[in-house]
């Protein structure tokens, strides 16, 4: 039998202890795999798994548009272009964008309807954006600092 050394443990505790821990656990994966995709892959499911959010997820930069890379959750828009909906403004700004509530943000794309709110934050490599990670909740105002700062500590792990 092969045992697989990839497993997930989620800390009991609030938002900021699961964070703590899952970080701890992305960045020993990150370290011994230096491939993007693969790693978007797994950074977005352990995200995903821990909080149990409705969609997570990375969009690549590709010339003039995001492309929808790997993700966990429903079905999703596969293109967006440059300062669209969130996730555009959030590349065109470099800023992480944190939306309690999505019918109030101008322009929101609604991939799936019962997204409610949503964060995205820009994934810098060598000085440049080189995706976003997006997460949308179905509930309102599910996102704060406290998401925020630990996944843009999270993001950091891809700027190398
Ligand atoms: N709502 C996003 C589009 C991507 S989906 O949420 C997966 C936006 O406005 O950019």
């Given at each position: 039998m092969i045992v697989m050394a990839e497993e997930l443990?989620?800390?009991?505790?609030?938002?900021h202890e699961r964070y703590s821990?899952?970080?701890?656990q992305i960045a020993a994966l990150m370290e011994g795999e230096s491939d993007q995709i693969a790693n978007m892959a797994n950074v977005a499911a352990m995200i995903h798994v821990t909080f149990g959010f409705?969609?997570?997820?990375?969009?690549?930069?590709q010339g003039e548009e995001?492309?929808?890379?790997?993700?966990?959750?429903?079905l999703a828009c596969s293109r967006i272009r440059y300062g669209r909906g969130v996730c555009g403004t959030?590349?065109?700004?470099?800023?992480?964008?944190?939306?309690?509530?999505v019918e109030l943000f101008p322009g929101?794309?609604?991939?799936?309807?019962?997204?409610?709110?949503e964060i995205v934050v820009p994934v810098w490599q060598g000085g440049e954006i080189v995706a976003v990670l997006d997460i949308d909740s179905e509930h309102l105002a599910t996102f704060d600092d406290v998401d925020r700062q630990w996944l843009e500590q999270i993001v950091k792990l891809f700027d190398r």
């Open positions: 443990i989620i800390a009991q505790g609030g938002k821990l899952l970080y701890k409705w969609w997570t997820g990375f969009y690549r930069v995001l492309v929808l890379g790997p993700f966990q959750g429903p959030a590349w065109r700004e470099a800023v992480t964008q944190v939306v309690e509530d929101h794309i609604a991939c799936s309807s019962l997204s409610r709110s």
